[in-house]
């Protein structure tokens, strides 16, 4: 069985869906560190310029530009059932959901064993059966996974930036086995064991990652979280996971947007500062967002790095803000995601998740979904790779890029971009997250430029 519907349409876009493997002949963690040299600028550029020189990420990744765009060609030709001007990805909505008791009682009668989900495996359990994962129906099996780790394709020809599996160090789980999927004794999902297959995670590491480096904290989730079996096979959802942050389906929030109505997606992994809500306020004057556009505050509140502040925390600096707001232009939502920290691969993974709730534009950040060396601090990426790999992959999405500002606050100003402030001589306020981290302990008053007070009392209150 596949893991994606394919239609006919969708078919004759396979003979052109095979790309370039990365070769990879690393055979173990213990391999030499790979550098990305990230941050390099060049002698004679402008520093623009010099910060899109390619990285090596940008070299070594696992991806090939080619012509596939078959499917967006499809997608543009459907509107969707909903009035919204997005169509989800693969060209319908999953749902997977069992609607009667008699058919979700009949299914976990049939079950063989019953697995416990970890944070990671409920976040993407949800997505799969809610249809923010569309168009996958389960986990993915061998040639999907290889596929996407290789060169970001599902064997149907549609693009996933991430592979999603199911990692498992049970010896005794076999194909044709079907599990119970659970979550402190509340039924999710079962699950029909398709295939069991060891994954050569360096290689994985290497394509999705640009490093193998257990500096890389999604290396070191890789090397050190995930079981060393992976699972694939269809799902069947039975509920949906009871979280401290509400959550709502792709179908739910497709249903309160606006139809005929550009709707810009904010994705963040952190609490909510002044500086993001200026952001995602300003990307509706973008030239490429027409009159009349709404913002998708749409934040994940799913596992992340491990120094980060918590979901349900961060979850409630967004809830403040929007109290305070009641601006009728943003909406506010949440996602059950886990965070890979994969910056351009993990960029086309949120571009595709927004399609499928509803979203037009993707507001793409600096270094966007970026992670620095827990040894010696430096980026793994560049700050425009994840910008410049959105924008190369956005036609076939059918998705518009909207690039962050690089604001700053100035003294006589307020927020500018960082250009305008250079050009016109003004007096730029600093302050860095571990001073700002600093502060907050201490209890020290932190300037309004830079966090608002409701939210300063939140994560006070939660420390």
Request: aromatic share 8%.
């Amino acid at each position: 069985m596949r893991r994606t519907s394919l239609s006919s349409s969708k078919a004759t876009c396979i003979a052109v869906a095979l790309g370039v493997v990365l070769a990879v002949t690393l055979s173990t963690f213990a391999a030499s560190p790979l550098n990305t040299g990230s941050g390099m600028t060049v002698s004679g550029l402008s520093s623009r310029a010099a910060l899109r020189v390619r990285t090596p990420f940008m070299q070594s990744i696992g991806v090939y530009r080619s012509g596939h765009l078959c499917h967006s060609a499809v997608e543009t030709a459907v509107k969707a059932a909903d009035g919204l001007k997005s169509v989800p990805h693969g060209g319908k909505l999953v749902d997977l959901m069992l609607k009667s008791q008699t058919d979700i009682d009949a299914a976990i009668a049939a079950t063989d064993l019953a697995i416990e989900l970890n944070d990671r495996q409920l976040c993407d359990t949800e997505l799969i059966i809610n249809g923010g994962f569309s168009p996958l129906t389960g986990f993915l099996n061998e040639p999907d996974y290889n596929g996407v780790v290789e060169n970001m394709r599902l064997t149907s020809g549609d693009i996933l930036g991430l592979p999603v599996i199911f990692d498992t160090d049970d010896e005794s789980i076999k194909p044709g086995m079907k599990l119970r999927l659970t979550r402190e004794g509340k039924d999710i999902a079962v699950m029909e064991v398709e295939s069991k297959y060891k994954p050569d995670k360096v290689k994985e590491c290497k394509n999705l990652y640009g490093v193998t480096t257990l500096e890389h904290p999604g290396c070191l989730m890789v090397a050190t979280e995930r079981g060393q079996y992976y699972l694939g096979g269809s799902l069947k959802g039975i509920s949906l996971p009871v979280r401290d942050f509400p959550c709502k389906t792709p179908a739910e929030v497709r249903a309160e947007l606006p139809a005929g109505k550009d709707i810009v997606a904010f994705q963040c992994r952190n609490p909510v500062h002044r500086a993001h809500y200026e952001l995602f306020t300003r990307a509706l004057d973008a030239e490429n967002v027409e009159e009349g556009g709404v913002v998708l505050v749409h934040p994940t509140c799913g596992p992340t790095q491990a120094d980060d502040i918590p979901g349900p925390v961060r979850y409630k600096t967004y809830e403040v803000l929007k109290e305070e707001r009641q601006d009728p232009n943003i909406f506010w939502e949440y996602l059950p995601y886990s965070m890979h920290m994969a910056g351009p691969r993990e960029a086309i993974q949120h571009m595709i998740i927004r399609k499928n709730y509803g979203c037009t534009h993707f507001i793409i950040g600096r270094d966007m979904a970026g992670s620095k060396s827990s040894l010696t601090g430096d980026d793994f990426y560049g700050p425009y790779d994840a910008q410049d790999f959105a924008k190369e992959h956005a036609p076939e999405l059918g998705m518009k890029t909207v690039p962050s500002l690089n604001l700053v606050h100035t003294v006589e100003e307020g927020y500018v971009t960082a250009d305008y402030a250079q050009e016109k001589s003004l007096t730029v306020n600093k302050l860095s997250g571990t001073k700002f981290r600093q502060m907050l302990r201490a209890g020290e008053d932190i300037p309004e430029w830079f966090a608002f007070k409701s939210v300063v009392d939140v994560l006070r209150a939660n420390s």
